[in-house]
């Protein structure tokens, strides 16, 4: 296949890059560059060089998939300092993304001009590396160094506008992007070429700057940001090469780290997700109006998220008063969205306008999907289920939140099995990314398919489970806990315990998140479980919602919490409550209390794959991600495992 293709139009040449599906840097395009930079130099035919890219987007960065494998000549760096130096400048026209190493690229082009829709972005820290190829070094030059600091060491894509504004971009270009960006390098030509990224000066900052700087880099919890940083401060106080060499080295170093592997097996893992391979010729239904049954913090939830996907919400209650406190709970996420800057006024006024509400099934008539979110109780489910088939169209699909309940059960003997779904959110479900897509036996193909094309819109993570009390993540969850108390038990303080988790990467540690959760929901739940003759052996999370400690809405659980204060403090009472069940004290290395958590994880994981539950570790891996805090940067419970981490 022909990666580069080049056809000359009144002195300016256009070079289109088609390399399958994202244009990545490989090997071959890298050599496809540069041969091309020495041939239109030769080519006295050619004035200005129109670099374009086929399919979706502009170059998307280097071939992620080249990463594992020892570089290969020309590298990139190389590459991008070739086409700085052509004779003949070269004009970077972008589409889609230019990301990582096409950014890069497009620094060592002349100019850069890009479609409105276009982004921009150096996501290598995302990836646990830094920029390989100058973007540490160029990028400042182009746009000063606060701005290239909040680039390179955030990740985040910039749209075409910010672009522009910044300097990175020359122009953003209205119409058919390649014409365009050949009419600009016209006029290009006629005027003084401006110098070079690599020439431009640069300023040094104050200390203060890189103080603030490294204390929002560090936030990230992983090694890549304050790399990135370390790099761009290189770039401002040492010449071009010796910055260069820094960046090079660096990149190297942070290439082979667990960090980065792990952080590439969740970058694959995320885009194999939602489009599961068994799906791929399978034709989801369409999906516009969605009836969501429940308007507690759930429903509102994903009512909330429908209606940012643009989808038509019909929000159904019981009753006048607790509607209209559902539907206000849908408005108080717009508001929020619009306070935080998220949406304008007219898109704030548009997303009410799809949403109504009703007390009666009768508006379900039109649904092409209804989920259900009322209360964790089995009879109130059937009820509702009974009603969506008395109701709904035979094709409409129908769903349950459930998280612990058996949806065949919920869903029995009513008509059109093969529409059944779970669609496991988790809360608050217009912000959390994970969605287990749980299928019944019966559920039709299309029907799972919809489940995906759902969380696709909605911009949500999918992960199919099968049907387990807790499914995967809130079954991993249960023997984590149980395995937390394990090390209780056996005389680990617990503030050790969450410290131990919260150095290794989680945002708190499994006692803290139980007192922000509640400790009530899965007490009530063992209770239930007893109460049905099911041998639940005592937890000490028993003994603590028995004394009224429900965590912090009581005022304490497994700590103490000063009135307003979220901050937990060590419980004299707990120590009290927990000392016949607890060993002497015992602390163990925090290193050993994650490798029995992750440990635990893992093998809990092991098991809902033999039980077909889970279907790949990948995907365990990013339930743990994206639904209960584990740290990307460590690749998941399964990945570490495998790695033989955990280490801090
Ligand atoms: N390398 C290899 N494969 C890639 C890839 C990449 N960089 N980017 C995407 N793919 C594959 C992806 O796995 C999927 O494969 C298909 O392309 C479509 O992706 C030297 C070191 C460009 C915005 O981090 O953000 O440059 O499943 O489903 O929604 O400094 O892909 O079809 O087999 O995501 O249209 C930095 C990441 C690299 C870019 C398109 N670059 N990519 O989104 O499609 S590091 C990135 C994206 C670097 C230099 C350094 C998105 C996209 P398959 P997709 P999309």
Redesign the pocket.
Known sequence: MTLLTCRIDAGIACVTLDNP??N??SAAVRRALWDMAETLDADPAVRAVVLTCAG??FI??????E?GQPPVEPH?PDVVARLEGAAKPWVAAIH??A????L?VAMGCRFRVAAPTA?VG???V??G?????S?TVRTPRLVGMAAAVDLVTSGRHWPAAKALEAGLLDAVLDGDLTEAAMGFARRALEKDLPDPASARPLSPMPEEFWTEARKTAARAGHAAPLAALDCLRCASEAPFAEAMAKERET?LALRPTPEAQALRHV??AE??A??PAALKEVAPRALQRVGVIGGGTMGAGIAAACREAGLEVVLIERDDAALARGLAAVEAIFDGAMARGKLSQADRAARSDGLSGSTGYDRLAEADLVIEAVFEDAAVKRAVFAELGRHCRADAVLATNTSYLDPRGLTEGVPHPERMLGLHFFSPAHVMKLLEIVPLPDTAPEVLATGFALARALGKMPVQAGICEGFIGNRILKRTRAEAEQLVRRGVPLAQVDAAMRAYGFRMGPFEAQDLGGLDIAYLQREGARADGQDVPETLGDLLVRAGRKGQKTGGGWYDYAEGDRRPQVSPTVEALLAPHVAAADPLPPEAIAAALVGAMAAEGQALLAEGIAQAPADIDLVKIHGYGFPRWKGGPMFAAALEMPSI
Do not use: K, N, S, Y
């Open positions: 599906p994202v990545a840097l979706r987007t998307a960065g280097a071939d992620v998939r990463f990139l889609g993304a990301l990582g190493g096409g890069e982004r150096l996501p290598e995302t990836l590396i830094v920029p390989g190829a973007g990149f970058f694959f885009r194999a939602p489009r």
